[in-house]
């Protein structure tokens, strides 16, 4: 059963991975638990009334349950409301990974779209600082969302944005041949890599205290200018690499300590965005009818976006 | 010979238009002519000293001379002491066309791939009435720039700045088959179409006074309503192309009194930006040497940008 | 019995319009329904405890009710909390129009005064197309709010707004006859009527797609040209009103894509301005005792006014 | 002859007043005088080439000087060629009086009017405060302008600029009766008066250390608790009178250290608001011509305004 | 018992001030009342249920009762449930000053700095008023908070920022003995004194209608004026005394209609800060542990602070 | 003779250090120079009329020559009008190092007080650090000045911020023995040692390619990581030293993208600021008359300073 597709109404029962826990106390006194249960499909809040001390215990964060729930509607939003609930044990066959949202795209394919560009590279230092940083981070370079929460945020999300942002470059290079393709697919692959140092991990993602008071911005810049005294590379290269990095948010109010001052990091600033936008607009839509407007997105300024009803019939049609 | 190769210390002797004259007094009380000299080229600014009433009437803007004058340097800027000048003839054989900078693309490639890009559009709201603004504007439309400086600031501008964002909304929509490419390829086509009401032409473009008052994107807005009451179309698709018009400067203080709340007018802003700064960014590098940073940029938040050295190798080493 | 009246510890025992109503479940898991309450007197929260699914078929938002209830507090506000509710009946004898808020001017001096501003104008263009336009939305017209909420939120709200600026206007015309009176009018007349087509109605009021995608102002400069060309005017007029309309809302980041850039519409900008606060102010303040601050008021940026108690003291002892 | 009229081209020869004087040096070595030249009509910069030492001294700023000179242009402004220029003598029988801008109203007048508005106060109070302060600064409240620019910048201004105040003020009176007239009236009269410690005086007006380091609004919020003390005045009404100056520029960015928090403040910064740019922009658009753009006017926001051009065809048939 | 070192499970029972009383209504509809109580080591909310009209006359603001209640947790925050509560009487002998929170610093050693400050001063202007402020609110210039909240919010806090700021001054002056130090002393004694006006006391600190129109710096700059009149000096240091007040809080949307335009009032406008801050952050840090980061802190942007855990050992190494 | 002490009128005859030069044209047509001359006193620009090749061969910049000149005045500044030049002569025993303005304080005292701080640190991390750096970079330590303008812009300007920034933390340690002064001196110490590698050198000082691309934070919080990697230290203090650095500018749109989070940043920043505006205060109003307002002051928000008449007349009478 699916987490996410659930309708006010229905009866949920099935398995789901605890994503967080809260305690709370209702006006009457009585002690209660707010959880949120998630899977591959999306998240829920539920609420487990007359919680025990022994519930509390039982029900940890990022441990999967067996539940069955009735779903009705808090605010606006589906809410379920907990008839039953036990921890799942092994004989129940269940594990973590498959109640994890994931990339649309399978791991191996992210791996080697990413390999393939630098395959494509002919700079020799742009190359080998690429091929150095995905061997160090291999295992999470691939499993890490892209952020916290705003877009790609799901397991592998990260090298999901790099290969969108790839494929957005390389469809500007081929009208602008003059744009340094090497620099801008390498500035793409590092550009995020300092987040897998900014947060905690996988579920329930955080920021770690490095995270918080250098930022992945910064954390990278250091780490290319580290890597390339590993690697003996001295060219001016090592120094634009770090320029990427550290400009591709944009502007100072965004992270941005300078401005994008090369060609290749305005346009990887602005592809970023692209690929950004595109991932949250399409996460919403999605789950947008025809004709209706969406919630607010608080990442893109707030804004209600509308679905236009023709576009669905227009493709009927063809 | 070519205004803008010319360097200092050398002597220019040849055909120019005139774009700009303005007279001036010296701080000796003596009368002398600053004129802007241009071709196909480039511009480059000209003194003409102790000018007489003569030379008042004779050296008219968007006309053509002959004139010969060393060049110098005021500002950091070269600028032409004239020593001979004399307006050109009918048995000159010269002609204005030959004087104006014009799209690096022929007019009828840009018609080809516009023409294609609505063939290509299913929807047929859609296609009618973009088909109906091109045969409008026919003449125009491949004929005016895009702005009056900043970006495509040349003949054909407009047309060849619709081309390159036709070309990266192919690629976007490659990459996310989702998006309504009709919707997109029309609001690229008609997003700046009134600039034909807002701006005076092509040579010396200043803005009209229903440009000042009303400004390209009110004006678009008010001809699409008119546009589709004459073809009698009465779809979601009129408010909806509107709306693209309307949000593509992206937020309030750009212009757009609407930010972007469809899917396809965030795309539409942000291939807008990108085929802008595509277009500044090459021309400026154009004249810059490896190694150096351009002039500050006026419509780039006035950066400067650097142009990496090892770039311009790894082409030569490939 | 009046609504906005009731104080704290009373029974209300009468007939209220339901202008919204939201289903809630308690923190013990009870079905409420929370309902606004309206009359033209004001608004009242009020919750009904332990409701039923018939409550919920029956309670619909825009029909009258009876209702008995007790009057309490919740965050500082009136709140009611309901003992006995049934929906009004035909032999009730009671009409939506009596339960809904309206300008404290009658409907038909409005309309009169309006007509004299367009008879007193010698412009015959301005004229006309005034005149047109009051014609074509004669219903609407006078009975439209001007804003959803912040001022004139009421039942003629939007004519009642026109009249008191062209009240002002006159104020201003007479101390500064090198004004454009009738261009004044014209716009004043105009300005808002896009949101005729922006709001949803007279009674919960909220934004058509139309409006939240074009908004009134784009929607009107859309309309002046589209009914001057229905009365086949041509002058300058056209799009001097079009600026004016366009302009009104003083700046970019208030909505209008073009500042006032001619002296009547920084005029009409200004009145529209003084017409809105006066009225904002004056019904905030009504119920506000002497020598103390009202609530924060939102479209006010916020602020707290005092209302001085020796303003009373004056009036009395005079 | 009227400095303010004079064309391109023309020899101006008569009587003006010296408002600035600075020394040059050419290019060329050797030393000029820069003038600027005023009237009652306008002022002109003037030059006077190869200057003396006893030019220097004899053409000192507030002093009259008969003049000849050629009118010619320099960046697109009127400029004058000295041919011969001497000190205006005890004969000549000119006063510096007849070459100072004046309001267009007589002082007289400006007087009555003020006066007819202190007498219309009921409220005791606050009468006998604004009295006092129009006896105590009687000589200069007539004299001075109400800024050293931008608007009602000549003799007279302040009390012009007050009673254009009076004449709003009294017409959103007489919409809005509920409104404490006596409070705005004395609001209005006083909100400025500070100016005349802020400014240095009627010609070439430039701020006082004081003014500088206190400004008018802090000068003048303690001046009302003094005059208040004096007069042993001790009601609500010097606190409220405080705040009325106090916040009369709108929000602290613009100098107001408390924002208007009565009603009657946020109508005398909105009227101070109105009167100020129907001051400016009347001053602008007499001479611009219809259909014209004015300059960009600095104080406007750097607007350039439109001068349509059926006003005046109406006005003719009317 | 202390109420600001209660733990999450212990039974609290002891006195404690009332700070605030807020009536409520459950879900289900019973009253209960919110109290939030105080003493010298901080402040707990608390929450006595099923509560009754006897209860609601008992339990007032500013009184104090004896409690029993159980320390729970809401929202994060500690929470007392209530069970059973009496006001205190006069046998209990306790005294609402043994429950405010005081200056860490004794009053009597606050003043003896103040003091020693004045006595240093050699300008005898400068030395006269401030000692004249000093005997005129000699009470509650020692009793007040500096703030109702944010900083040195606690009785006698005023007074102890102003040591803190005199003790920073000097560190300043010793280096730079070309600052004025009587000046920047007599700012820093002067510079909040309007508070005493602008704050309604010592518990349950709000504003008063004088502080909300006009603020503790007009009033103040207006209190100087007056006391210079009183005292009979008339030197400069009066007009710039009244720029050190006017500008301290740096720029205009910060309050300070003036910037700091004197060398002494920038260095006060610095050390009001240092002082402001570090005040705050040494409160918040010192309840924080080691390794851990603090709650976001309102009026320092919304930051939260990191508190090394390494600072600890070096000092229990040292 | 010294540079900075001439004045209109006067003849300067003497040694000075050619700062910059620029060829021009004068509107006659004619060659000139524009040199800016130097000395430990000051600067002044210079015109050499009628220049020769050979003279723009001879005069080049970071040269000393021999000049006469007579001293005039050009737009409110001093500027001379060279009348003799020719480079020094080997045996006119002059040397660079005597004309460049140099800190106030001996490079040898700023040493021992650095020395002496790092001397003082118990946390064997931090010191080892400090140590490490301030060894690297010996030389270009005492030499560099803190900026290329502004404030501290002359030789061994960075270590006098330094030693000043030192003076206060220690004034703010003995009030604040809470904080950790170790690390408040290491951050002081490393905070700008960036610039180094961000500015040219010493004279004429400008932007290093690294420095536009990166900026001194950067590139300091880079050399942080890299020297504890050398000298294998691991400790919390190394994360939080670079965070020191990086939070140093305060906020965002002043270079720091992260906001200072701990005391000690937090600190820093005010320190830092303090210590800057002191030194440029100190500097602007040596040269400006008690009872004068100075010029605006770039980086002090253009604001124009007053000096007091009392602050020099207290000082004598003391």
Redesign the interface.
Known sequence: MAIGKQKVGEIFEGFALIKDVK???????KP?LTLVFGDQTGEMEAKL?DSTKEDEQLLLPESIVLVNGEI???RGKAQM?INAIRPAQPTDGVHIADFIEKAPVAVEELKDRIMEAIFEM??P?LQRIVRAFVKKYEENLFLYPAASRNHHEYTSGLAHHIV?ML??A???H???P?I?R??LYAGIILHDIGKLRELSGVISTSYT??G????H??IM??EI??MA?ELQIE???V??L??MV?SHHG?????????????EA??LH?ID??DA??NM??RV?ENTAPGE?TERIFS??Q?????????VK?EL??
């Open positions: 305690k709370g106390t209702t006006s009457g006194g209660f009334w009705g509607q808090f409301r002919k700079n230092n969108g494929g957005l390389k469809g500007v081929d009208l602008h003059e340094d090497d620099l205290t490095e918080k008071l250098l930022g911005i910064s810049v250091e200018a580290q005294r060219g001016e290269e120094l634009v770090q320029h550290l502007k100072a109010e965004w992270g941005s300590p300078k401005p994008p001052m090369i060609r305005e346009i602005l965005l692209m936008r595109l607009l399409g839509l407007f893109l300024e804004r209600s976006f509308y679905k236009p009803a023709f576009s227009t049609d063809a």
